[in-house]
């Protein structure tokens, strides 16, 4: 069996940029995922009204099942190890690297960390779109964090008039033209474009706990007349699924990995590649420019297939269901050389 992976996150954005509006909303708007948010101080996390359920050293526990610990960098790796554990309950962490380190030290830390329950999340680079060229200007490194970035959040749009906004959206397009930019105001991106929802059995009826309530109330707001002001988030990201009971060829899903189409985010599912000798289920993680197979069995009575499901914003959709066609094996199939693409990205745990 794959071990499952806990997806680190990792948040980062100048002075002011929304980090912290961006971490409360994630707590609070969690869709059942148990959040384990690690910040250098409390801070302002709106901890307070989010029902603190215990608190111990410097963990605070949630009553949603999420947990918010401050540490410093030094103490990073024995946070990610106890957050991982699975009787922590965590099902995705993200760290606030204000303050911690350097987005690229952090990037660094995750990519390289020997722990087996630790995975690569992303890194979501806020940036205050009111402030973007000023910020610039007093902190060069600013482009450098926009082009390492896997997703660019921009936030405080709602500071910005119409076209004050295009012209910042085209400043960061120029600065990195792959990964996806979403516009937002509160830091308020869709959790799921982040991590997956999490099923969990509950047992009969039960009532709404305080984080679901408070999600409730927020949505429930009337966008029908035009007027309040409230973006529709969902549509600035699109999904495309794909499926093929043909294998794949592995030479070209490879390089359409390598090469993914702009905007794309994330990629996730299972391949069936047909090749003697590699008849197995080739699970697929990609966040950014991260790409993850993980080989397991098919389960009992499972049928030999493909399924993708493929999360980005300004995607190509048609464009992007053209080119995973083309990636279908033809009748004539493929040695076992051209596995070779594929398991560079094979993690061996
Ligand atoms: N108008 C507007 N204000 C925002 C938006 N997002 C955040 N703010 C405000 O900007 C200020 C800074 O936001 P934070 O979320 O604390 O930013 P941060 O990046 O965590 O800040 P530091 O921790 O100081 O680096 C707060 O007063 C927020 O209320 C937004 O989209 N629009």
């Known amino acids: 069996m794959v071990r499952r992976r806990i997806p680190v996150v990792l948040v980062a954005g100048f002075l002011g940029s929304g980090k912290t509006s961006l971490l409360n909303h994630l707590l609070r708007d969690n869709h059942g ?3 384990g948010v690690i910040v250098n101080d409390f801070g302002s996390v709106n901890i307070d009204s989010m029902m603190v359920a215990g608190q111990v050293d410097s963990t605070v526990s949630l009553s949603n099942g999420c947990l918010c610990c401050a540490v410093d960098v030094s103490e990073m790796d024995a946070m990610l190890d106890r957050l991982t554990q699975p009787r922590s309950g965590i099902d995705v962490i993200v760290v606030e690297a204000s303050g911690l380190a350097e987005p690229r030290t952090l990037v660094r830390l995750i990519l ?3 722990n087996p329950r630790v995975g690569h999340g992303g890194l979501v680079v806020l940036v205050d779109a009111a402030e973007f060229e000023s910020n610039r200007v007093r902190h060069p490194e600013l482009d450098l964090h926009v082009r390492m970035a896997d997703l660019v959040v921009l936030n405080k ?8 906004a295009a012209a910042v959206r085209d400043r960061v397009a120029a600065l990195n033209d792959r990964s996806p930019v979403l516009e937002t105001t509160h830091g308020r991106i869709d959790p799921r474009l982040l991590f997956d929802e999490v099923v969990r059995v509950e047992d009969g009826p039960r009532q709404l706990t305080l984080d679901e309530l408070l999600v409730e109330r927020e949505q429930g707001h009337d966008c029908g007349d035009g007027h309040c002001g409230h973006r529709h988030l969902h549509e600035q990201y699109r999904s495309v699924t794909f499926t ?3 294998p794949m060829d592995p030479r070209s899903l490879v390089r359409f990995l390598e090469e993914p ?3 794309l985010y994330r990629v996730k599912g299972f391949v069936y590649f047909g090749v003697p000798g590699h008849m197995q289920r080739y699970l697929l993680q990609t966040v950014g420019r991260q790409i993850r197979f993980d080989v397991a069995p098919w389960g009992r009575g499972a049928g030999r297939g493909t399924e993708l499901v493929l999360i980005g914003s300004g995607i190509d959709v048609d464009g992007i269901e053209r080119r995973l066609a083309e990636c279908v094996a033809g009748p004539v199939r493929s040695g076992a050389e051209a596995m070779t693409g594929v398991h560079r990205y094979v993690v061996e745990v």
Request: aromatic share 0%; glycine share 10%.
């Open 244 to 246: 093929s009971a043909e």
């Open 157 to 164: 749009i709602d500071l910005l008039a119409v076209d004050d």
């Open 33 to 35: 995922v148990r959040i």
């Open 261 to 263: 189409p702009a905007g």
């Open 112 to 114: 390289g960390s020997e």
